[in-house]
T-cell receptor, first 112, second 115 residues
Framework: QKEVEQDPGPLSVPEGAIVSLNCTYS??????FMWYRQYSRKGPELLMY????GNKEDGRFTAQVDKSSKYISLFIRDSQPSDSATYLC????????????FGQGTRLTINP | DSGVTQTPKHLITATGQRVTLRCSPR?????VYWYQQSLDQGLQFLIQ???????AKGNILERFSAQQFPDLHSELNLSSLELGDSALYFC??????????????FGPGTRLTVL
């Protein structure tokens, strides 16, 4: 079983829809949680960074962490075609140290 | 643009050969990470260097090695290449200071094709 599980999709929604992306994990030591966006043939771009449980909002993006359920989510409001990309969740147990453990990534397409 | 640079962008070589991938971290970042991304395995951590010293190792093959130089740039050396080594190789950097949040910023990657 992988440490981090993420539905690879693909996920296709109409423009303007609310998108929900999710990851589950098994290692209770994970404390820092990130979402990266990766366009085709590009490097991952950091979108959201959260510590422990709770919500964090940045513009149209909201990240949620529920450590009791070992479940994290990324919500995208008013989705745009430019949001079409692969979204990767990532996590690590110690701030700034060692490896990030990534989910498989969810491929998202926003249809105009 | 993350500020992390990687060269070359593309590399095509034959089995059994050796290649070197280069990474320059963001200005001021002391920590460099190497990751491999393949279709079946996703993004996998290979190795981390901090200020010239190896800090952490992932599932890096013995045929692979890395180093970080005094100017903080890093090189990943892949030898005795096999078809299965074909992948995207990413470098990331972070500040990793006591006051920093430790986010990792990724470069554009090097696409390695082994024929």
């Amino acid at each position: 079983q992988k440490e981090v599980e993420q539905d690879p999709g693909p996920l296709s929604v109409p423009e303007g829809a609310i998108v929900s992306l999710n990851c589950t994990y098994s290692n209770s030591a994970f404390q820092y949680f990130m979402w990266y966006r990766q366009y085709s043939r590009k490097g991952p771009e950091l979108l959201m960074y959260t510590y422990s449980s709770g919500n964090k909002e940045d513009g149209r993006f909201t990240a949620q962490v529920d450590k009791s359920s070992k479940y994290i989510s990324l919500f995208i409001r008013d989705s745009q075609p430019s949001d079409s990309a692969t979204y990767l969740c990532a996590m690590n147990p110690i701030q700034g140290a060692q490896k990030l453990v990534f989910g498989q990534g969810t491929r998202l397409t926003i249809n105009p | 643009d993350s500020g992390v640079t990687q060269t070359p962008k593309h590399l095509i070589t034959a089995t059994g050969q050796r290649v070197t991938l280069r990474c320059s971290p963001r200005s001021g970042d002391l920590s460099v990470y190497w990751y491999q991304q393949s279709l079946d395995q996703g993004l996998q951590f290979l190795i981390q260097y901090y200020n010239g010293e190896e800090r952490a190792k992932g599932n890096i093959l013995e045929r692979f090695s890395a180093q970080q130089f005094p100017d903080l740039h890093s090189e990943l050396n892949l030898s005795s290449l096999e078809l299965g080594d074909s992948a995207l190789y990413f470098c990331a950097s972070s500040a990793m200071t006591s006051g920093g949040r430790g986010e990792q910023f990724f470069g554009p990657g090097t696409r390695l094709t082994v024929l």
